[in-house]
Each structure stands twice: as structure tokens, then as C-alpha cells.
């Protein structure tokens, strides 16, 4: 089996709010043994040690190839030396093909909070064949922005699907050519729930036969409601009830091949549980 786990890690916060990567590593060891991990809020420079988390999760997953896409990289205050890194990394037992980074739409909103966001897409060669895994990390506040960063996640399926189909000419350097797999997974924090009208556009059929994007959960647990991804633990008492903002999705050629979605329901720190799913695709 193929196991993907995505988890916001929140910069890696611990139950007392410190930062813990160490404890993330434990969590993720007693869950699963994974063959590729997406980790959102990953930092460097924000947290309060100001520590490089990049290089740090690196330096804990040996074994695994890091690929790290940046959305906000901005001077630290005060004038001081060095910058301040904000983004997502994506760890893979197996060979990395290629790494692409997209920015997602960010309009403007008077008064909204908000922030840069990417998507990060990896054509992996794992033993059930090329697979193309995206990793994301979508709006909060803004419905609007979400619902335009789902529209983008739409294109970038199309155009990817069209690169997988369409013969490529030789090539030298950069022009090399590198292939983008037909087979894919889409996984990270949406900030939205199910059934919400930014993951009913997601699942949307395409009108030129691009194969659309299908719940892992709805294809593993039919007819049962998404487990809560968010606010399990939450320790204050006027926390809400836990909901689902969590996510994988699989290109409809993958859907028979979705054995298992499972949360990790037991580990506490970020306000988010670890997903991970199991895919018929190989070991």
C-alpha cells in the first residue's frame, strides 16, 4: 500500500503552545509509516525561538526527499538581519521526477485578513507507477479567495492532465522533458467543509474529460459523515464542535484504488489531526 499523511502542524505547537518538532515526529511515528507526508505551516523565523523549521524537519526524516514551497517571505521587523519564511513541505520515500511550485490567487478584500498561498506538486515514481501529488494550503477568512484558489486547483489539474497526455519534444538543461502524471492526489488544510460550495466546485465534472477530483472519504467510507479533522482537543469552553477542514482527493482513475482515509484522533498540540490515506499502488 501507498500511505499519504497530510497534517497541519502549526509550526509544530505542542499542547503549552511551545514549539515541539520533535513531538510532531513522535506523533507521526505511532500513526503510520508513510511513504510521502504534507505538512502545512511549516516556518522559519516566526515562531519564538525564530527557529528554521525547513531545515530542522529535514534534519528529522532522513530517508526522505524535502521539497519546501514558500508563501509569505517577508524582512523581519525591526529592522533586524535575515528573513522570515512561511509555506508547506512535502516529504517522499520515493524518487522526486520534478517539483513545481504555483502560486494561487490572493484578491484583494478591504478589511480581510489574508495571506499569500501555493501549491505544491511533485511527480513522484512510486512502485505502482508515476503518481502526481499536490499539497495545499487554502484561504481562512476569505470565502472569496478560497472559492478563486479552487478555481486555480481546477486549471492546474486541466493543464497538468493535458502535459501528461501530450507527447514532448526533446530537450536539453531546463528543457529537458519531465513528465506530469495522470494518476494524482490532492491533499492539505482547505479551510472549507464538506458539502460547502468551494468543495462541491472541487468536485465538479470537467467538460473536456479531465478526470475530476474525487473525496477519498466518500470513496473509502460511503455514506458515512467526514470524521472531524479540527478541534478535537480543544481546551477552552467556548470552542466550537470539531468539523473537517482537512482533505485528500484522488483523480477519478485512482477511485478503486482508495483503500483506507483515516484521522489520528489521539495526538494533541495543533488544533488539526494528522489524515492519512492508503492507495493500491504499489508498497
Not at 538581519?81 to 516529504?91: N, T
Not at 521526477?97 to 489574508?114: N, T
Not at 507507477?129 to 470565502?143: D, I, K, P, T
Request: aromatic share 8%; with cysteine; glycine share 8%.
Amino acid at each position: 500500500m501507498f500511505k499519504l499523511v497530510t497534517w497541519n502542524i502549526q509550526s509544530g505547537r505542542s499542547p503549552d503552545g511551545k514549539t515541539d518538532l520533535d513531538r510532531i515526529i513522535a506523533c507521526l511515528a505511532r500513526f503510520c509509516s508513510f511513504a510521502m507526508l504534507c505538512v502545512q505551516e511549516v516556518s522559519r523565523g516566526y515562531t519564538e525561538g525564530g527557529e528554521d523549521q525547513f531545515a530542522m524537519l529535514r534534519e528529522r526524516l532522513p530517508g526522505y526527499t524535502g521539497i519546501e514551497a514558500i508563501a509569505c517571505d517577508t524582512a523581519v521587523p525591526g529592522g533586524r538581519p535575515g528573513r522570515r519564511r512561511f509555506g508547506m513541505m512535502v516529504f517522499a520515500r520515493h524518487p522526486v521526477l520534478q517539483a513545481q511550485r504555483h502560486s494561487l490567487p490572493w484578491p484583494p478584500e478591504p478589511g480581510v485578513m489574508g495571506m499569500p498561498r501555493t501549491a505544491l506538486e511533485l511527480t513522484v515514481d512510486a512502485p505502482g507507477g508515476l503518481l502526481r501529488v499536490l499539497s495545499v494550503h487554502l484561504e481562512y477568512f476569505s470565502q472569496r479567495q478560497r472559492m478563486a484558489q479552487v478555481e486555480r486547483l481546477r486549471e492546474l489539474h486541466r493543464e497538468a492532465s493535458q502535459h501528461a497526455r501530450c507527447p514532448q519534444a526533446a530537450g536539453n538543461g531546463p528543457f529537458a522533458p519531465t513528465p506530469r502524471a495522470l494518476p494524482a492526489l490532492l491533499a492539505g488544510d482547505f479551510n472549507m467543509l464538506p458539502g460547502s460550495p468551494e468543495h462541491q466546485r472541487l468536485l465538479a465534472p470537467f467538460s473536456d474529460g479531465t478526470q475530476p477530483w474525487r473525496d477519498c472519504w466518500h470513496l473509502a467510507q460511503p455514506g458515512r459523515r467526514h470524521a472531524p479533522t479540527v478541534g478535537l482537543h480543544a481546551h477552552h469552553p467556548e470552542a466550537c464542535a470539531p468539523f473537517t477542514f482537512d482533505y485528500v482527493f484522488a483523480s477519478a482513475d485512482l477511485a478503486g484504488r482508495v483503500a483506507r482515509v483515516r484521522v489520528d484522533a489521539s495526538e494533541q498540540g495543533s488544533s488539526h489531526q494528522a489524515l492519512l490515506v492508503e492507495l493500491d499502488w504499489g508498497a
